[in-house]
């Protein structure tokens, strides 16, 4: 049984690997309505470079990403595709719900067939509030959460029960 599997890896070791998680985050864009045009400004436009922060924004598929970027109105005819989204990437896997509409409904929280927030499907990392959100608005969740991943312990996500993320 190694060290980390033990839950004892050493201090260095665990700065060492949470470094390297945190510039290395490959990104799954899951745009679904009008914030997938800010979404699609920060991640390619070359004024809002994320490469910089260590994030690939192109991934192939989800089975590649570390981090999915829910943005827009998630209806309950698409929370199944979102849940299946999710569960095809490998762990560990981050999640930013980014906007009104994903983060609680947004302007139609009242209707029949608007999930009232991505939460209600899979667990968020962070929340990016705006409706919609500028591009700067998602770089600082970018950076919120890549010092979460900098400040958490591996072994917690390797021992296969719930990661519990103090806010």
Do not use: H
């Not at 009008?34 to 390619?44: D, H, K, P, R, Y």
Request: overall charge neutral.
């Amino acid at each position: 049984m190694g060290l980390v599997e033990s839950g004892k890896s050493p201090k260095s070791l665990t700065t060492l690997l949470n470094m390297s998680r945190k510039y290395s985050l490959w990104v799954y864009q899951w745009g679904l309505a009008c914030c997938a045009i800010e979404m699609g400004a920060a991640f390619v436009a070359p004024r809002y470079d994320v490469m910089r922060l260590g994030v690939i924004p192109l991934p192939a598929s989800p089975r590649q990403a570390d981090l999915v970027v829910i943005s827009g109105t998630v209806t309950d005819k698409m929370a199944p595709s979102v849940k299946r989204l999710y569960e095809q990437m490998p762990d560990p896997k981050y999640v930013i719900s980014m906007g009104s509409c994903a983060n609680c409904g947004g302007p139609y929280w009242d209707s029949y067939s608007v999930t009232k927030g991505v939460d209600q499907i899979i667990p968020v990392d962070v929340y990016v509030p705006g409706c919609p959100p500028r591009p700067e608005a998602l770089l600082e969740g970018i950076v919120l959460l890549q010092e979460k991943i900098l400040n958490e312990d591996p072994a917690d996500r390797w021992k296969g029960g719930p990661l519990v993320i103090d806010g």
